[in-house]
């Protein structure tokens, strides 16, 4: 009873993470075939059988797709996950009428895996000209803010998983390479991609012994590792846990996403209006923030009329705009800047469009990054510390190394408490050395990592998998 009590609690871990498929509902809510009936009987026939493993793999798949549908009604998100699959095949097809090779398929689940691909995607357009990409997204969140993405040829969602589906997308795209952006496994995609001999390497890969590929009920999922023909991964445990499943065809690369933030922040052009905002007040830019957040720094923010607060919110719907004016005293809106006379004299800036953050924290004194208060965990901390700036964030970021290894270094400062962050701020503003030293620490973390891009490119190039 004890072991089947421990399947129940882990049980949307397993059907939900474990398959790194996303609900599109908050996060601590989940879709209504999730239920303990469920997990006993997955629990009574779960086994390290291939067979029944695929069974429940086919069914989870067969109830997500009808989970979206019965939401789409109400969400969003879920309603854009549904339209942009529409007909897709039929769009497919018509995309690719006058296809003549040179293929490379570059797949992210979402926006911030997009991010770490962007650099070997910008790489593999400038060394191989000829090469043309096929970009697919599996969340909306990524697809519709990088529908028009100039860098690559094509942009599309990427149909459900499925035999089929992946057969009928494989005979129309016939990529020459596939580079699959740091997780998101799916079997028929990888199985029908090793089947045809295309290879297909994992880049930015992460993993920690909690993942069912270590796991008595990972078979399924051990079978897509085997499907890679090679792993870039960005640290040591990575590698270790991939050679106890026998894996060995592993490049310790570390992580193409301080490429990323270096070459923003190399390319950084000033925004006038954010420079006219600031002017010689210290700032503190908060970004990717969700409500957790806002709540731990509202009462600073409030009390510290010296300062200025920029925030850039995870999510800009106009709910969650007016959630953060009524939490913040004396705000406007960024949209609102060129259109109010009396604007620079507001303490707290709202960003209330996409796209702007990674340059945000170029005019932070301090910066916020958020997640770290909510339990999905930290946003990402190299977008500010890329600039030399210390970068504050909440309590769960335990899984993401950068934000364990940045607080290490001395860059980072996590806070489990509104009255930490307060404690935080103070210190930083007002200890000339703690505050250059957290700068310094900052800075060279994030320069001394970068280079993961490079050695992917000398891996294609070294194995000939595209030609000019």
Known sequence: MALQNEFENKYTDLFLKHFQISTFTNSDTYPWFCTPALSRIIFTFATNNSLLLMLFY?????????GIRLIAPWNSKAKKWLAGRKDIFKQLQNAFSNNHGNVVWVHCASLGEFEQGRPVIEKVKNQYPNARIFLTFFSPSGYEIR???????????????GKKNAKRLLDIVQPQLVLWIKYEYWYYYLTEINKRKIPILLISGIFRQGQPFFKWYGGVHRKMLQRFSHFFVQNELSQKLLQTTNIENVTISGDTRFDRVVEIADQFSPIPEIETFCKDHAIIVAGSTWDEDEKQMDHYANTHPELKFIIAPHEIEEDRLLEIEKLFHDTIRFSQLTKNQSANDKRVLIIDNIGMLAKLYHYATIAFVGGGFGEDGVHNV?????????????????????????????GGLSVGSALELETTFNELLTDTIQYQQACTCAYDYVYSHKGATEKVMNYIYEKRLLTN
Request: proline letters at 6%.
């Open 382 to 410: 190299l977008e500010a510390a890329v600039y030399g700036k210390p970068v504050v964030y909440g309590p769960v970021y335990d899984k993401y190394i950068e934000a364990v290894e940045l607080e290490a270094c001395g």
């Open 147 to 161: 529908k028009d993405y100039q860098g690559a040829d094509w942009v599309f969602y990427l149909p459900m998983d």
């Open 58 to 66: 086919n069914l989870f798949i067969f109830f997500y797709s009808i």
